[in-house]
């Protein structure tokens, strides 16, 4: 059956909406709201995802069409104006709110995930998180998430086995969602706008996860690094994942020097000399955590720790690079190049199941400093009373 799907790459925008009362709603007034072109497809996931590879909108993975009717069911389930523009892209096109509600619907991703999608978009828009160089550069690095609050539960976000991948949740929908919008409305294109030498699974579906709040022996991760308590999220950029296994460490310190020398080696971003600045996202098992935080209680000294140990001795680079990492000021006077420029930088967050002493790796690409945004409304009430 041929029907009108809307297209997810139209950057149309039609600025006489911003004239119309909105005093009655996004649903009211008798006003279209949705302004994006229609292009005529087949109302079939295989006809449609083999139509959105030949138009340039799709991934490779099966696609739900964006007819208008699924576009305005989703919308009708939140409470926003599809004409909002919630960020701008590198290329200054406007992501609004039914660009981001179309791309959702062809991911597949629930219709209550539409604020912590708005947030993590808020997140990587932001000038310190220099979008367009995660977006266009060599490298495989993409913007990974970590949510806080009771937003994980509402939306089965994962936090404990196999939170960085392979669970079977509609979280893995919601961080596709987020792909798709990189793709369609940013231009993400391998090979075009991007010349990533290998890519990364991250680019198809990203890494979405929660954070053990209640196994934490700290604070929740949005409230150490911005302040922002309850829901929110916590964009950060990533080569990918790198697992750290200690089966032999038996107190704070030893854990963490595993951690430290294990994320530090000369091939990362961090030790690069064209990335002078760079964050080091990690993981830490709640296992490892409560074992660490009965050496160390303060997140500030567990964080001094793993950047002592995060360091690699000058002498251990070639002498070309060393010689542009001298130049830069980055080594020491104890002779090291340390992974990030201060213990602060390391950024911790408790995740993971409770099978064996692990920590998660997340190598960032250099120059984005990871951002905090709250998801600035509930959860529709629907949902989160399941």
Known sequence: MSIHVIKPSSRKNNAAKALVSRDCGPTGCEVDWLTSIRVEAEDDITAFTDFSLEKGWGDGLPLVPPTESRVRTFLSGNDRYPDEIIARMPDSSECTVEKIVINAVMAGAPVESLELIIAAIEAIAEPDFELYGVNATTAPVFPAFVVNGPVRDALNIPYSYGCAGGVATKANAIGRAIRLIMRN??????????????????????????????????????????????????????????????????GADAFLEMIGKSVAYPGANCFSPSMEYSEMTIGINPICAAIIAKGLRSIEDVQEVIWKYASLPADFLQAYHREQVEAQGRIREDGRI???????????????????LHALGLHSFGSSLSQTRPIARAVPAAIAAE
Do not use: H
């Open 185 to 250: 409305v940013a231009g993400q294109v391998a090979g075009t706008t991007s010349q990533t030498t290998f890519g990364s699974p991250g680019r198809l579906a990203s890494i979405l996860m929660g954070e053990w709040e209640e196994k934490s022996p700290w604070a929740p991760l949005a409230e150490r690094r911005a302040g922002v308590e309850g829901n929110a999220v916590t964009a950060f950029s990533t080569m990918g994942t790198m697992n750290v296994l200690d089966t032999t460490s038996t």
């Open 338 to 356: 340390y992974a990030t420029p201060e213990p602060k930088d390391i950024v911790l967050f408790v995740c993971g199941g409770l099978g064996g």
